[in-house]
């Protein structure tokens, strides 16, 4: 009985994120109920609970941490700048005479809000006001047009600068630039890899997603190529300052997070979208998210600290480090268990929780950290799309028509799905395709 008390914690824990409690205030109630338990039956030593000021401490003094609410205000400042709508407008003229053109715009302006926002809910939700009506008006069939705007928003979960992948650096102990670095090119697989999808069931069922009708793209000619320059320049030039400063060793991630805030606001303000109204709502939506991301870093602490005084991760490192197989083994298992945990809890939750678990084992199998790191984000970048809980699929039905159903959502999800699970197995088939960019940055 003793040995499964940290199985057993663990399964607590998912038990009640299931049902509905929220995240941090799960882990810190779990925690303190088996250390209770664990003092109860002489297991646990009461002096492992002095560890956990120090590790709170530690937490406040984590530098790297401070690049969170600079990349969620930087997404929230250019959420309000009008960006994504003038990036939709445009690329929707330039593509929109071509079979699933505007399905392809939708894709394109969801890999270029996701190297300057990274906020899924934004992107979704924008491309689901602008993009869906226009695309069911004119003939898309229901559940393509809806899986093209979810999956392209998720693309701000691999596609850096991304906040999923700053808090995996810090849970693995390896550079943010070198993540950033290593999922530049699996985030171009994947959006590439949806821009197919679309050409071929444009080009094999044009039915699902006709043309637009010539007189409906209004500008065209000289007039559309200095609108795509001045519409895309600004965004291309704040991705380059913020990602380039960083892939080249002149700013840390937390620094060019605070450049790329500082680049957010002057966009804002050359839209004419900068007031005190906006700043204020920003800051607020910044508060919100970073609090919540420390409160579950909390909760996290507190339940792996206890997990650990139960014996907890000596039993599932003994489980893991055994199976036949070796990494091979434990790659299969770490990944099946991310994506299937994907279903039910969001990123957040599975980055505090499980990712402490596997990263241990990981370095014990002598593991490329950057390249486990990059397939643990192209995996949970999944959670967004699985049924029932999607994140991505939610935000989308809150802004969808009614002639859009939860079926035609989920439907649309599916094949998407599908592809960021082929372009998972070729990154872990094909290492270099995370390694190389790290590697002659050294």
Avoid at 70 to 99: D, P, V, W
Avoid at 370 to 386: D, E, H, K, P, R
């Amino acid at each position: 009985m003793i040995d499964w008390l940290g199985p057993a914690m663990f399964a607590g824990a998912l038990l009640l994120l299931s049902l509905g409690y929220p995240v941090a205030f799960s882990l810190g109630g779990v925690a303190i109920l088996f250390g209770l338990i664990g003092i109860g039956l002489g297991v646990f030593d009461p002096i492992f609970l002095t560890a956990m000021p120090q590790r709170i401490f530690g937490i406040m003094n984590n530098f790297t941490l401070l690049a969170i609410p600079y990349f969620i205000f930087m997404g929230a400042m250019l959420e309000k700048s009008g960006i994504a709508e003038n990036l939709l407008e445009t690329m929707g003229s330039l593509f929109g005479r071509m079979r699933g053109g505007l399905a392809l715009a939708v894709v394109g302006v969801g890999a270029l809000l996701a190297a300057t926002t990274g906020v899924v809910a934004a992107t979704v939700v924008t491309m689901g006001l602008i993009s869906l009506p226009t695309m069911l008006r004119y003939g898309y069939n229901k559940s393509f047009a809806a899986g093209v705007i979810t999956a392209s928003g998720t693309l701000g979960q691999i596609i850096p600068p991304s906040i999923v992948l700053v808090v995996l650096a810090d849970q693995l102990g390896i550079s943010v630039g070198d993540l950033f670095l290593g999922s530049f090119i699996p985030g171009l697989l994947m959006a590439g890899a949806f821009a197919l999808h679309v050409l071929i069931v444009s080009t094999v069922r044009p039915d699902m997603a006709p043309a637009l009708p010539a007189e409906l793209i209004e500008i065209r000619g000289k007039a559309l190529a200095l609108k795509v320059i001045k519409v895309m320049l600004p965004p291309l030039v704040l991705i380059l300052l913020v990602l380039g400063s960083i892939f080249f060793g002149v700013a840390t991630p937390t620094e060019a997070g605070a450049l790329g805030a500082v680049g957010a606001i002057a966009l804002a303000a050359a839209n004419r979208r900068l007031s005190l109204t906006a700043l204020g709502q920003v800051c607020d939506d910044t508060l919100r998210t970073t609090t919540m991301v420390i409160f579950i870093l909390l909760g996290s602490t507190a339940f792996s600290l206890v997990f650990r005084g139960l014996r907890g991760d000596r039993f599932i490192s003994d489980v893991l480090t055994n199976l036949p197989g070796g990494q091979l083994s434990f790659l299969a298992v770490s990944m099946v268990t991310i994506f299937i945990l994907g279903f039910f809890i969001d990123f957040f939750e599975i980055a505090f929780i499980v990712v402490p678990l596997f990263a241990p084992i990981a370095m014990q199998l002598d593991m490329d950290l950057v390249w486990y790191g990059v397939i643990i984000g192209a995996n949970m970048q999944t959670s967004f799309l699985t049924p029932p809980f999607g994140f991505a699929l939610f935000y989308l039905r809150g802004v969808a028509p009614s002639e859009v159903t939860t079926g035609n959502i989920y439907r649309g999800a599916i094949p998407f799905i599908i592809l960021q699970l082929i372009i998972l197995v070729a990154i872990i088939a094909f290492p270099q395709l995370v390694n190389f960019l790290p590697s002659i940055s050294r």
